[in-house]
């Protein structure tokens, strides 16, 4: 890590100052991106797509959908994609393997869990006691949305697979059908999934995960450690984006972000776009800066120990770096 760090800081030499200048280029550099799926959740890059942050700083994204994170760290692996973004337990769990050139997370885009807990009919005084001798369907085993339902379910001293049991036998496109086709009591969802399934009377919104959870860094960005080597100026580009696309998610009003967005969610209407955006604004589901800090790293690792999903905390300078991060705040005034 030494080395990589020492490669990086002289790949970086004479490019500390990397600002929106760079729209000037005539030539973008390319940059495919996978991220884990489509929603509301991660308005600031969508804001950094149809604002022009990305082009500013001479890049061209190809966004695609890698529908859940094992698919999108694989695409990474493999270099069908440069970029992959997920949750830091897919590179906590790809260091723990041993991997040689493993990924390296670079920035942080989301401060807390985006899913919803629903149920079949609206419950307005709903506790976490209630899920007691039920089912939830919570995603892929080891998954983020699935591991931090277990860390709020013991938050509430609930014991998963004792006091209640979680459904991993499915990835998330398929779990609304799975729910509204008879399977468990209670599922979690993102938006604006879960806002189309209540106006359709197909479920309620019963819980909110990010404020039960509290702060936890739920999404980041990362690359295997030969790109960022190799590309630390597109890395840094693109970190430069994602903190102009926060920037201006936190500097403007929910009505200003959902029209920026729009284009991302033409099925979704205006007033839900508004009242999703909202809702996560409301629970300081963005972070402002895209550094993940430490303490942030091991309370998700602790998390996944909990669920028995991981043995060996990985060390902070494996997984992270915040050379990138540190060099946007510290320039994009």
């Known amino acids: 890590m030494k080395r990589f760090m020492l490669l990086l800081s002289v790949a970086l030499l004479g490019f500390s100052l990397v600002l929106s200048g760079c729209g000037q280029q005539t030539t973008l550099t390319k940059v495919k991106l996978s991220e884990v799926t489509h929603s509301i959740f991660y308005a600031p890059q969508y804001v950094a797509l149809n604002q022009g942050f990305?082009?500013?700083?001479?890049?061209?994204?190809?966004?695609?959908?890698?529908?859940?994170?094992?698919?999108?760290?694989?695409?990474?692996?493999?270099?069908?994609?440069?970029?992959?973004?997920?949750g830091p337990e897919a590179s906590v769990y790809v260091y723990n393997e041993g991997k040689e050139d493993n990924s390296i997370v670079f920035a942080q885009?989301?401060?807390?869990?985006?899913?919803?807990?629903?149920?079949?009919?609206?419950?307005?005084?709903?506790?976490?006691?209630?899920?007691?001798?039920?089912?939830?369907?919570?995603?892929?085993?080891?998954?983020?949305?699935?591991?931090?339902?277990?860390y709020v379910l013991r938050k509430n001293g609930l014991?998963?697979?004792?006091?209640?049991?979680?459904?991993?036998?499915?990835?998330?496109?398929?779990?609304?059908?799975?729910?509204?086709?008879?399977?468990?009591?209670y599922v979690i969802i993102f938006e604006p999934t879960a806002s189309e399934m209540e106006k359709e009377g197909k479920a309620y919104i019963v819980a909110s995960l990010g404020k039960s959870s509290g702060?936890?860094?739920?999404?980041?960005?990362?690359?295997?450690?030969?790109?960022?080597?190799?590309?630390?100026?597109?890395?840094?580009?693109?970190?430069?984006?994602?903190?102009?696309?926060?920037?201006?998610?936190?500097?403007?009003?929910p009505e200003e972000i959902a029209k920026a967005i729009k284009s991302h969610f033409p099925d979704a209407n205006d007033e839900?776009?508004?009242?999703?955006?909202?809702?996560?604004?409301?629970?300081?589901?963005?972070?402002?800066?895209?550094?993940?800090?430490?303490?942030?790293?091991?309370?998700?690792?602790?998390?996944?120990?909990?669920?028995?999903?991981?043995?060996?905390?990985?060390?902070?300078?494996?997984?992270?770096?915040?050379t990138f991060a540190e060099a946007a705040i510290r320039n994009i005034k």
């Open 54 to 86: 990305f082009k500013e700083e001479g890049l061209d994204v190809e966004l695609m959908n890698g529908q859940g994170a094992d698919k999108v760290m694989t695409a990474v692996l493999t270099d069908q994609v440069d970029i992959g973004f997920a």
């Open 109 to 150: 885009l989301t401060n807390g869990d985006g899913t919803f807990l629903m149920a079949r009919q609206p419950d307005p005084n709903f506790k976490w006691s209630d899920v007691k001798g039920k089912t939830i369907i919570g995603g892929r085993k080891g998954g983020m949305p699935e591991i931090i339902l277990q």
């Open 159 to 185: 014991t998963p697979g004792q006091d209640v049991m979680i459904d991993t036998t499915m990835q998330f496109a398929a779990m609304p059908g799975a729910f509204i086709g008879g399977k468990g009591d």
């Open 215 to 253: 702060e936890v860094p739920y999404t980041a960005y990362f690359a295997k450690k030969s790109y960022i080597a190799k590309n630390p100026q597109t890395v840094q580009k693109f970190t430069n984006a994602i903190y102009k696309g926060q920037r201006w998610v936190d500097s403007h009003s």
């Open 272 to 322: 839900t776009l508004i009242g999703v955006v909202k809702r996560y604004k409301e629970q300081n589901s963005w972070k402002k800066d895209p550094i993940l800090q430490e303490r942030d790293l091991y309370v998700l690792q602790q998390a996944l120990q909990e669920a028995g999903e991981l043995k060996t905390i990985a060390p902070y300078d494996k997984i992270v770096t915040t």
